[in-house]
């Protein structure tokens, strides 16, 4: 008689729970979108009938107990997707960018040369220091002067440099970790390609990132620099001759090498021509 009756409140229970499960997935349904929707399980649409033929057997009752718990983890799993499609993009990315907006302001320096030549080589270098009071001129290695701006400084921070008509050889990750205790660098060599005046553009990027919430970027205004760039009559002729030595070898070297074999050869033959003629005088 105990058996049975314990074995009815359980059945009951589950009923229950059943039920309140039903009612949750009912309102969370009407809310989310249909695409989600069709995928909730029908777990708590079951019929009393059935229940009641399942709680007469005890087998019957324990496989009905492992279906309603792995209808609840597929429950949890369908939950679980929509706070990553629904709740991520809102309030997470809100707490992303109050921290970018949160972001301490440091300095940085960039140092290209105003006046450059055709084919050499000068280093372009930059330095970000979340430290104020930060020396970034000791030590530089290229000849152009330093201009130090303020900008918000994160941890984590990308520098590119780029421009047309230039070579630009990177020495450092794109990517780098800024620390509180010196600067970061980033160095470029920098060849010009053509003469006149021409732009070098620096690209500064700022990263926040919180573990297991995700990360935000932000992109600082790009610094633009005007560079004279000379010309190098030297360079261009080398730059010349070894794109061209082709066409200069067909139309003039060769040429040149035929016409001085021309030359010899009827230079040698009016000497002999000479000798034999002195000969028959005599």
Do not use: C
């Not at 030549?117 to 930059?126: C, D, F, I, S, T």
């Amino acid at each position: 008689m105990a058996e049975k009756t314990r074995r009815t409140l359980l059945a009951a229970a589950l009923v229950v729970a059943g039920l309140v499960m039903g009612l949750l997935i009912s309102t969370y349904t009407e809310m989310a979108p249909q695409s989600f929707a069709d995928k909730v399980p029908d777990f708590w649409d079951v019929p009393f009938v059935e229940l009641e033929a399942k709680k007469d057997s005890l087998s019957g009752l324990s496989q009905y107990i492992e279906d309603q718990k792995r209808d609840l983890e597929n429950f949890k799993s369908l939950l679980a997707a929509v706070a990553k499609r629904y709740f991520t993009t809102g309030w997470i990315t809100d707490i992303l960018r109050e921290e970018l907006d949160k972001l301490p302001l440091g300095k940085i320096l960039f140092n290209p040369p105003t006046v450059m030549k055709v084919g050499k080589v000068e280093r372009v270098e930059v330095r970000i220091a979340q430290n104020l009071e930060e020396d970034l001129t000791y030590a530089l290695k290229g000849r152009g002067v330093p201009h130090i701006e303020s900008v918000p400084v994160g941890s984590f921070m990308s520098v590119r440099l780029s421009g047309d008509d230039f070579e630009i050889l990177p020495l450092n990750a794109e990517q780098q970790i800024i620390t509180e205790n010196t600067f970061t660098q980033w160095a470029w060599d920098v060849r010009p390609l053509k003469s006149g005046q021409r732009s070098l553009h620096l690209s500064v990027t700022v990263r926040v990132i919180i573990p297991d919430v995700g990360e935000e970027a932000k992109d600082h205004p790009v610094i633009d620099r005007v560079i004279n760039v000379k010309i190098n009559p030297i360079y261009s002729a080398g730059k010349l001759l070894q794109s061209q030595w082709k066409w200069l070898a067909t139309t003039t070297i060769i040429p040149l090498i035929l016409w001085r074999l021309n030359l010899y050869s009827r230079l040698k033959l009016y000497s002999y021509k000479r000798k034999n003629r002195k000969k028959r005088i005599k």
